[in-house]
T-cell receptor, first 115, second 113 residues
Framework: DTGVSQDPRHKITKRGQNVTFRCDPI?????LYWYRQTLGQGPEFLTY????????KSRLLSDRFSAERPKGSFSTLEIQHTEQGDSAMYLC?????????????FGPGTRLTVT | QKEVEQDPGPLSVPEGAIVSLNCTYS??????FMWYRQYSRKGPELLMY????GNKEDGRFTAQVDKSSKYISLFIRDSQPSDSATYLC?????????????FGQGTRLTINP
């Protein structure tokens, strides 16, 4: 078990382009979370899946953002028509009920820069 | 006002000092309280968690929760240069409530040899 992985680690895109990030959780974890972290701030919750069901979305997740977890394993986060304000670190985390309550294991993040 | 407030620092102390990190919060539904450590360009990693009020000790680290004051603390004894990182407090409503973690801003800590 190598932990939560995210791809790509860095993405530079021009304003208006679409980008997609991938997260592979720890294999037995059925919960998957997306957070966004800007410089000097703590992570902010975006959305959460239990298996393939998207159970909660933050109001931070505008219509330009969409997340999927089609088979209950990996997840993708897509941002359409990127804006400079989307520049941030996008973190994925996973957890398994029954272990340390709500211990979420984080991946290394995808750093997005919108120019 | 943010749900969780944390002094961003930066905080710089000499090796061997006792470090105190704190957070306050406004949501009385929070039941689980966690401290994460984040090194530069890495994801956060869980250091300690506490359920409801009380103290918890793990080696050089002690976490305290005072729900009556909506105040949590992390103490680091005999601090080491390897403790230099950003420390994030995080909270969750838990079983009957939201699954998400709500984080503080993070305190950047430097331990000087």
């Amino acid at each position: 078990d190598t932990g939560v992985s995210q791809d790509p680690r860095h993405k530079i895109t021009k304003r208006g382009q679409n980008v997609t990030f991938r997260c592979d959780p720890i294999s037995e974890h059925n919960r998957l979370y997306w957070y966004r972290q800007t410089l000097g701030q703590g992570p902010e919750f975006l959305t959460y899946f239990q298996n393939e069901a998207q159970l909660e979305k933050s109001r931070l997740l505008s219509d330009r953002f969409s997340a999927e977890r089609p088979k209950g394993s990996f997840s993708t986060l897509e941002i359409q028509h990127t804006e400079q304000g989307d520049s941030a670190m996008y973190l994925c985390a996973s957890s398994q009920p029954g272990l340390v309550p709500y211990e979420q294991y984080f991946g290394p993040g995808t750093r997005l820069t919108v120019t | 006002q943010k749900e969780v407030e944390q002094d961003p620092g930066p905080l710089s102390v000499p090796e061997g000092a006792i470090v105190s990190l704190n957070c306050t919060y406004s949501n009385s539904a929070f039941q689980y309280f966690m401290w994460y450590r984040q090194y530069s360009r890495k994801g956060p990693e869980l250091l300690m968690y506490t359920y409801s009020s009380g103290n918890k000790e793990d080696g050089r680290f002690t976490a305290q929760v005072d729900k009556s004051s909506k105040y949590i603390s992390l103490f680091i004894r005999d601090s080491q240069p390897s403790d230099s990182a950003t420390y994030l407090c995080a909270m969750s409503e838990g079983i009957q409530g939201a699954q998400k973690l709500v984080f503080g801003q993070g305190t950047r800590l430097t331990i000087n040899p």
